[in-house]
């Protein structure tokens, strides 16, 4: 069944760059497709970015290198 996320793009002094709230997940495999901006829509530096994930039941921080 469908499950309520929030997603959020951090850099790497912990601070959020971008969030995806109330996105309902259906399936394992959901894509969620950022591009590249902050919440403010100026685009984001080359470098490491944290992605964050929370849902009910679980929560995941995962490293990425973002590259345009």
Do not use: C, H
Not at 45 to 64: D, H, R, T
Request: glycine share 6%; net charge positive.
């Amino acid at each position: 069944s469908p499950k309520q996320a929030e997603i959020a793009i951090l850099n790497i002094k912990v601070q959020i760059i971008k969030e995806f709230n109330s996105i309902t997940i259906s399936k394992v495999n959901s894509n969620i497709i950022w591009d590249g901006t902050d919440r403010y829509g100026n685009k984001v530096g080359n470098g490491m970015y944290l992605i964050q994930y929370k849902s009910e039941n679980f929560k995941s921080i995962n490293k990425v290198v973002f590259i345009r």
